[in-house]
Structures are given as structure tokens and as C-alpha cells.
């Protein structure tokens, strides 16, 4: 069964850093074929997207969210079978829970999210004093 399991999260004083991780197990095809999102939900409002970082095939792009720029950075560990998420000066309106999600759909990364075949369980940060 195809799952992803993410880890990480935590409370964290505002300027303050986290790395959230996305571990994938039991694919069908091999990791570096898909195309790797993280989205958040922060309470009464909307998914968001974050970040994106695409197949080795599509040539490992990276995108972001305006929101974040600057302060996150995604990464990926074919190997490992793992993405990561490092989070950077953190504001409160960071605060939501995390997911990451897996499609091989080549345009995953453009914002074509109905291709994305596989969703985390989703890891809760919470940026507060």
C-alpha cells in the first residue's frame, strides 16, 4: 500500500526553524518518478499550497508559495525515499497542519493538483510564544 508519513512538526516560538519530513513507503513505481507537494490547513481556512519539487525527470524544479519564499526550503532524498520541508523564521500565521502529497502527473508542480495520488496524514506546527 502506497503511504506517506510525515514527521516533524511541533510548537515553535515565532523566528524559530522546523524541518518537516515526508517519508514515502510501498510505491509502485520508484520515488524519484513523482512529483513531491506540501500543502497546509490552518484552522477555518482553505488548503494551501506551499511548495512543490518535481521529478527527476521533469528536472527537480522547485516552486513556493509567495507566502514563503525566502523562509522555506523544499528537498528531496530519492534514496531515502524522502522529501523535507525546512521551515525558517516561522511566523504565527505559519500555524496549520502539514501535508505532503505524491503524483507522478508531470504538471503536479504547475498547480494541477487532481493528479496527486498519495496524501500524508498531515503533521501539525504551531508558531506561538
Known amino acids: 500500500q502506497e503511504q506517506l508519513v510525515e514527521s516533524g512538526g511541533g510548537l515553535v516560538q515565532p523566528g524559530g526553524s522546523l524541518r518537516l519530513s515526508c517519508a514515502a513507503s510501498?510505491?509502485?513505481?520508484?520515488?524519484?518518478?513523482?512529483?513531491i507537494a506540501w500543502f497546509r490547513q490552518a484552522p477555518g481556512k482553505e488548503r494551501e499550497a506551499v511548495s512543490c519539487?518535481?521529478?527527476?525527470?521533469?528536472?527537480?524544479?522547485?516552486s513556493y508559495a509567495d507566502s514563503v519564499k525566502g523562509r522555506f526550503t523544499i528537498s528531496r532524498d530519492n534514496h531515502k525515499k524522502t522529501a523535507y520541508l525546512q521551515m525558517n523564521s516561522l511566523k504565527p500565521e505559519d500555524t496549520a497542519v502539514y501535508y505532503c502529497?505524491?503524483?507522478?502527473?508531470?504538471?503536479?508542480?504547475?498547480?494541477?493538483?487532481?493528479?496527486?495520488?498519495?496524501w500524508g496524514q498531515g503533521t501539525l506546527v504551531t508558531v506561538s510564544s
Open positions: 502529497a505524491a503524483g507522478r502527473g508531470g504538471s503536479i508542480c504547475q498547480g494541477v493538483y487532481r493528479y496527486l495520488e498519495v
Open positions: 510501498g510505491f509502485i513505481f520508484d520515488f524519484d518518478y513523482y512529483n
Open positions: 519539487i518535481s521529478s527527476a525527470s521533469a528536472g527537480t524544479s522547485i
